[in-house]
C-alpha cells in the first residue's frame, strides 16, 4: 500500500487526472463507510440499520505522497457519493483543525456543498465543479454531496493543522442539510 514520503521532501511533479481522480505518485487511500459516520447523522436508528446492514461505502480519500506534517502542503482528492440517510445528504465526517489554518477545496465533478461553522455562524458553499471554497482558520468543515452522481473535489492543505473530528462531535456544524427539489435544504443542526 503507498505510503507518505518522509521528511525531508524532494521538490516533485504529481499527475493530477481531474477526469480519473487520481494523483500519481499516490499516497494512501482513506475509505469511510457507514459505520464510520457514528454521531453524526441527525437519525441515529436510521444510520445504525445501515451500519448493520450494507455499510456502504460513503466517501473516499486519496492522497499525494506529501506527509500531514507541519509545514508542508499536502493535497487529497475525496469522493461522496451520493445518497441520503433520513434525507440527510452524504456527507464527510468534518473537522476543526486544531492549529487553525486555513484550507482550499477545488471542486471537480458532481455536485456538492461546503458547510462550515465557527461555532456561532454557519456558512454554505455551492461547489460546482471549478469552485474554489476557502477555508478560513478556525472554520470547522464538511462537504456534501447535494446531487444524484458522486462529488469529488480536490483538498490542499497544510500539514501541521491536524483533524480534529471529536469537535463536530462536540459542537456540531450548526446546520444540516437535506436533500430537498432544489437539491439541498438547510435545517437546524438541532441534536
Ligand atoms: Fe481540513
Known sequence: MPEFHAPPISPLAIAFDAEKLTLSPEGPTLTRRMSDLEGLFLDAEAWSTASAGENPVVYTVVSSPVPEVDRELPQSITTIMPGDTSG?????????????????????????????????????????PGTIGYIPPGWAHRSVNTGDEPYSFLAVYPGGAGHDYGWVLEHGMGSRAYRSPEGVELRPYAG
Not at 465526517?93 to 486544531?98: S, W
Not at 455536485?111 to 458553499?125: A, I, K, V
Open 88 to 128: 440527510e445528504l452524504w456527507m464527510t465526517k468534518g473537522h476543526q483543525h486544531p492549529n487553525h489554518q486555513g484550507e482550499i477545496y477545488l471542486a471537480l465533478k458532481g455536485r456538492g456543498g461546503l458547510l462550515m461553522f465557527d461555532g456561532e455562524r454557519t456558512e454554505w458553499l455551492d461547489m460546482l
